[in-house]
């Protein structure tokens, strides 16, 4: 009963209750985009960072992995050191570089990754074999496309470039065994990945004879066994590897944090906007729809309907159209969040994994959760109105009107 | 005091008033600089302590900057007689041109770029979040257009009584109608001045906080002319449309049943 008299108030006003849900579900749609952006990417990341298991990251002092060319030196006595630690499962060191192709139109240039190929954490294998023998590379089909080159090639790669001589410097050939998928690089990043030792040695010129000779990377990844003491190792790594910054997922994430925080708060507040404007739009229009019907309510509150059923009958107008507004919504916030996910993704230097924008169920119930709360909320005031409706004073001016 | 300095041979850097403020240094205080944490450095003197620019690609990238002198940021890193770039001043549109000519045809292993096409591809960045804001410009302006209407259909229904009465005197359809448009043009300006001004004060302390969050001089956000008159413009478009509809559907109608008769 009161559900089919709510019904039917709304239908009364088909072109009003229809711009009502519209206005609901556009703010229902961003609610749940900003939900998604503010919660999402730090999720994305964080799934990122783990997929292959590494809880711990050693980047040079005072740096984040990759941020800078700073390197740490003595990478093979630092290996022998965490290996030993009972709680450390892997330890992959990895030196970042830039490699290049000479071709006659000048060279293709491509970031290349120096690994351990039995610990690497990457990459994944799509096909080929992985870069074991000394002279192995695989490179992802950014490069392979770039370089016009197949699983199998052998090409000639360079480490730099001599300005005064005009030729390239730490070359090498090198033959391309598999194609890989990298993990931590942006979209359409030429990249590839070769031994550790092979990559030291072809860039071991352009560091010239700094501290720690070739034996150099740019970074530590390690992988903890099941159980260990995350917090405990990195506290133990920090305190007697003085070199480097030992950054646990807990720690990298508050630093992507504190550098996306933009997007964080951004939703943040356009999410607490679009709830107040869902929220002002519902109470406005079920106001005005109760103001006008004044006289019916007095009708049947003189004829023995119950407060609270007037009440009800209020409240379920005002959680209808939120409702109605919300699901629609659900469908124009996923679709958006589709649109500016593309968007971002475009983002420079970000790895072409991370989602701006990840769907989680929580997410979109919360958003639903918070829409349906403020939709109730927003047709208390109406219905407190109505129910203190002075009854026989209603129906005298509703009677000279 | 410099010449003290040069005595001594001692020589100077220059810091930002970032790492001046978390250091506690000031002008004139010895440091040690070198190029890897613990390694062998030079002791110098902060000679200088500079405000960063306003530059967006600095944002969220809680660096320092400590300037040096070239041989000696050359020594301490074994660098060599190397250097990453040349900026060279030009004489007028013509002689960028020239120079950028003969710098290229005589180079050797480098290449000369007009410091506007450096901007245009360092600027990616901006692009995208340039993007993205107006992406999310035109899901508020929905939101806001759909708000907007609703809320002038209802003020306009609100004057049934008003407008039967109107009409049952004598008022011809056209007068009603134009009254209605201009309450709802009123409305819409109204309306769209307080937002002008609930823009700015919202403006105000974005800029105020991310200032402060970023330790930059950068505007975040800015209420510009242009802004303001597209914003007032879209208000008052969708008012008078508004109003339009909403009049056009009260004037049809008979005044009595207005009334509800």
Redesign the interface.
């Known amino acids: 009963m009161r559900i089919a008299l709510a019904l039917a108030a709304l239908r009364r006003h088909r072109a009003r209750t229809l711009l009502a849900v519209l206005g609901v579900a556009v703010a229902a749609a961003m609610l749940l985009d900003m939900v998604m952006l503010s919660t999402g990417l730090r999720e994305s990341f964080r799934q990122l960072l783990l997929s292959r298991g590494f809880q711990l990251r050693l980047a040079p002092r005072g740096t984040l992995p990759f941020d800078t060319e700073a390197t740490i030196p003595g990478a093979s006595e630092i290996v022998r050191l965490l290996r030993a630690l009972p709680g450390v499962a892997a330890v992959s060191p990895v030196l970042g570089a830039q490699l290049h192709v000479p071709r006659d139109s000048g060279a293709v240039t491509a970031f290349a990754l120096g690994i351990d190929p039995a610990a690497q954490g990457d990459y994944e294998l799509v096909a080929g074999r992985d870069a074991i023998a000394p002279d192995a590379m695989v490179a992802n089909d950014d490069f392979l496309r770039a370089a016009g080159a197949r699983v199998g090639d052998t090409l000639l790669v360079a480490a730099g470039y001599d300005p005064q001589l005009r030729t390239f410097t730490g070359e090498r050939r090198l033959v391309v065994a598999g194609r890989a998928r990298f993990l931590y690089l942006s979209a359409g990043q030429p990249a590839v990945a070769l031994p550790l030792r092979t990559l030291q040695r072809m860039t071991a010129r352009l560091r010239g004879t700094g501290e720690g000779g070739d034996d150099v990377v740019s970074l530590f990844m390690v992988r903890l066994r099941q159980g260990s003491d995350v917090e405990g190792t990195r506290r133990w790594i920090q305190a007697h590897v003085p070199r480097v910054d030992a950054i646990s997922t807990a720690g990298a994430m508050a630093r992507v944090d504190q550098r996306l925080s933009y997007f964080r708060q951004l939703g943040l507040i356009l999410g607490a906007v679009s709830l107040i404007v869902g929220f002002l739009l519902v109470t406005t229009l079920v106001t005005v729809s109760v103001n006008e019907r004044m006289g019916e309510i007095a009708v049947m509150r003189a004829i023995g309907i119950s407060r609270a059923h007037v009440v009800q009958q209020i409240l379920l107008e005002s959680a209808a159209i939120s409702l109605g507004g919300a699901l629609l919504g659900l469908g124009l916030g996923l679709a958006t969040a589709r649109y500016l996910n593309g968007i971002l993704s475009a983002f420079p230097g970000l790895p072409a994994a991370i989602d701006f924008f990840l769907f989680q169920p929580r997410a979109a119930w919360t958003a639903l959760a918070l829409l349906a709360a403020s939709g109730v909320a927003a047709g208390a005031y109406p219905a407190w109105r109505a129910a203190g409706l002075p009854v026989a004073r209603t129906l005298r001016e509703e009677a000279v009107a | 005091m410099l010449l003290l300095l040069l005595a001594l041979q001692v020589r100077t850097i220059a810091i930002d008033q970032r790492l001046a403020d978390d250091a506690g240094l000031r002008v004139g205080d010895r440091v040690v600089v070198s190029?890897?944490?613990?390694?062998a450095g030079d002791t110098v003197v902060v000679g200088a302590i500079v405000t960063r620019r306003a530059d967006p690609s600095e944002i969220?990238?809680?660096e320092y900057r400590v300037r040096l002198h070239l041989d000696q940021l050359q020594t301490l890193t074994?660098?060599?007689d190397r250097v990453d770039r040349f900026a060279v001043a030009t004489r007028g549109a013509a002689g960028t041109t020239r120079a950028l000519e003969e710098i290229n045809d005589a180079a050797?292993?480098?290449h000369a770029y007009r410091s506007r096409d450096i901007a245009v591809e360092t600027s990616?960045?901006f692009k995208?979040v340039s993007?993205?804001h107006r992406?999310?410009g035109v899901?508020?302006i929905?939101?806001s257009a759909?708000?907007l209407?609703?809320?002038l259909?209802?003020k306009v229904?609100?004057r049934r009584?008003d407008v039967a009465a109107l009409r049952l005197i004598g008022i011809s359809r056209a007068s009603v109608l134009r009254s209605v448009v201009l309450e709802a043009a009123f409305v819409s300006v109204l309306g769209s001045g307080v937002g002008v001004g609930i823009g700015w004060v919202m403006s105000a302390a974005v800029n105020a906080y991310?200032q402060a969050?970023y330790r930059t001089p950068l505007r975040f956000a800015l209420v510009t002319g242009d802004i303001v008159l597209l914003a007032v413009a879209l208000s008052l478009a969708l008012g008078i449309g508004a109003g339009v509809l909403a009049a056009l559907r009260l004037v049809r109608s008979a005044p009595l049943a207005l009334l509800g008769r």
């Open positions: 190029a890897a944490p613990g390694g969220a990238r809680n074994r660098y060599g050797f292993g480098f990616a960045t995208v993007r993205f992406a999310i899901i508020t929905v939101a759909i708000f209407l609703c809320i259909l209802l229904e609100e009584r991310y969050y």
